[in-house]
């Protein structure tokens, strides 16, 4: 334990939703710092967070002073500014004896794909802005030496207090139709789940590409109509929508790394989590 201890590890986005859960997971276990664009005062009074805005900051100055071992990019926003940030990332682990990238990723650097589920060797093609853009990074870091890398590609993520579902809270108190895509089969996964993976894969010093998300697929349709049902909504209206006639997949799973049982779960596993 004294040897994962030394880690120092920099989560960027801190304030996010993602970037918050990884925090209160791994706080308690190593020395973790965090950076936040949006201030309040609970931020602002941790000393172990720093403000930091990729638009205009430059990376390297929280760099040299967190000095971290492991560096883990949650971040948000504009395209451009984050591709400029990740590139000095880049530079700053290859020119660190002991500093690796663990790289938020996503199911959408497969979603050119339709016909079947993607597996973690699967050559990379997407039809989306936000899906070449996940691609750009992560090209961009598997430049790095094996050991330095390891890229986290998510499904759709969920959670208590998820801005998916604040979204179908929303809707539901406005009594907005609740979008649905009937030919879409996914996997799913939990914020929570999420972070008991990433402290594994830090703990055992991991690398490589993972796919996170339940063993099982789902219909979107079929899933959020059982997950607003569990949220207890009375009369819920739903619009679906039809982005092809065919069934189309936007799953992640793994094959080659595949994590212990215990962090395995199944979609079903979601309700109970959350509700």
Same mark, same amino acid.
């Given at each position: 334990m004294g040897l994962f201890k030394k880690h120092r590890i920099?989560?960027?986005?801190?304030s996010g939703f993602l970037g918050g859960a990884i925090y209160k997971e791994l706080h308690?276990?190593?020395k973790t710092f965090g950076t936040y664009r949006t201030s309040n005062s609970t931020l602002e009074n941790n000393k172990l967070f720093y403000h930091y805005n990729f638009e205009e900051d430059d990376i390297y100055e929280v760099l040299n002073v967190v000095k971290?071992?492991?560096?883990?990019?949650?971040?948000?926003?504009?395209?451009?500014?984050?591709?400029?940030?990740h590139k000095h990332l880049y530079e700053y682990i290859l020119n660190q004896k002991k500093c690796k990238i663990i790289f938020?990723?996503?199911?959408?650097?497969?979603d050119a794909y339709s016909k079947f589920p993607s597996y973690e060797n699967d050559t990379t093609l997407s039809n989306s802005i936000y899906g070449h853009f996940k691609i750009r990074l992560e090209q961009l870091f598997l430049?790095?030496?094996?050991?330095?890398?390891?890229?986290?590609?998510?499904?759709?993520?969920?959670?208590?207090?998820? %801005?998916?579902i604040n979204e179908l809270y929303v809707?539901?108190?406005?009594? *907005?139709? @609740?979008?649905l895509f009937p030919n879409l089969i996914m996997n799913v996964i939990t914020d929570k789940k999420v972070t008991q993976q990433l402290h594994y894969i830090i703990n055992r010093n991991k690398y490589g590409i993972f796919h996170l998300g339940s063993k099982d697929l789902v219909h979107h349709d079929?899933?959020?109509?059982?997950?607003?049902?569990?949220?207890?909504a009375k009369n819920p209206r739903f619009k679906r929508v039809y982005t092809t006639n065919d069934e189309r997949?936007?799953?992640?799973?793994?094959?080659?790394?595949?994590? %212990?049982?215990?962090?395995?779960?199944?979609?079903?596993?979601?309700?109970? *989590?959350? @509700?």
């Open positions: 920099l989560i960027l986005g801190v308690s276990y190593y971290p071992t492991i560096i883990i990019s949650a971040l948000r926003g504009e395209f451009p500014a984050q591709i400029t940030a938020l990723s996503s199911a959408n650097v497969f430049k790095l030496p094996p050991k330095k890398v390891a890229i986290i590609r998510l499904p759709m993520v969920f959670g208590s207090h998820s %801005p998916r809707s539901l108190k406005l009594n *907005e139709p @609740i979008e079929d899933f959020i109509k059982d997950l607003v049902t569990k949220m207890g997949y936007l799953a992640v799973l793994p094959k080659d790394n595949t994590l %212990p049982k215990h962090l395995q779960m199944y979609s079903d596993d979601i309700f109970e *989590e959350m @509700i």
